[in-house]
């Protein structure tokens, strides 16, 4: 099985399980499993309550397994300190529901962090996107978080050099809204460590298993 840790597409093949990013008030109900979350970039102020107790609805469903994505985005036009206020409401849920948070972080690695050592938290948080240098890196596996990796792997060089040395057990992969099928990523993935893709696939399965909480039937 191609799992799929965070995308904005269903790809409807049997052999790929997608983790579905949804939006509260665009809830798309052909998705499997997926996340839920208010993205920094689309936070509207006059809707943060009702976007919350959707969010608080569905994270009951067996088929969410993740609250996000959500984070900190220094280049959109959400005021900073809002978006502050907004992740924190969120992970707070999550950490009272004991459920993983998918991050979103664009200049924002050391505040996100900040944030959670601030409130103690003990969820695990999954960068999606992850590309970034080693040293980024090694603070997120520092505070029990977690990369995943998507297209920029496919062409960043130093970003291939740092994912082939990673543990297996510390990174998911993705295709988040690129038009790459994530059988591709997974194929280029696999090549980088050395390993084949079935190899790959059985990793990512105890990643989710660990991380999600989910069971993955072949």
Same mark, same amino acid.
């Given at each position: ?52 107790? @959707?969010? +608080? &609805?569905? #994270? ?7 609250? !996000?994505?959500?984070? %900190? ?62 040293? @980024?890196? +090694? &603070?997120? #596996? ?7 990796? !998507?297209?920029?792997? %496919? ?64």
């Amino acid at each position: 099985m191609f799992l799929n840790t965070h995308t904005h597409h269903l790809a409807h093949q049997s052999d790929i399980l997608d983790l579905y990013n949804q939006f509260p008030k665009e809830m798309n109900f052909d998705a499997k499993l997926f996340s839920i979350g208010i993205h920094p970039a689309y936070i509207n102020i006059l809707s943060i309550e009702e976007e919350i107790e @959707i969010i +608080n &609805q569905n #994270i009951h469903n067996k088929s969410c397994l993740a609250i !996000g994505e959500i984070g %900190l985005d220094k280049l959109c036009e959400t005021d900073f300190n809002l978006q502050i206020d907004v992740f924190e409401k969120q992970i707070k849920i999550a950490e009272e529901n004991k459920i993983p948070v998918i991050i979103h972080s664009v200049r924002a690695y050391q505040e996100i962090l900040h944030i959670r050592k601030k409130l103690n938290l003990t969820i695990p948080f999954i960068f999606h996107g992850f590309n970034k240098n080693e040293q @980024i890196l +090694n &603070q997120i #596996i520092a505070q029990n978080c977690f990369a995943s990796f !998507g297209k920029n792997l %496919l062409y960043n060089k130093n970003l291939q050099i740092i994912f082939a040395k990673l543990s297996a057990n510390q990174f998911f992969l993705e295709n988040d809204a690129s038009e790459i099928p994530i059988k591709e990523i997974y194929q280029f993935a696999a090549e980088i460590r050395n390993i084949t893709i079935e190899e790959l696939q059985l990793q990512q399965a105890r990643n989710w298993k660990t991380i999600f909480g989910y069971e993955v039937h072949k």
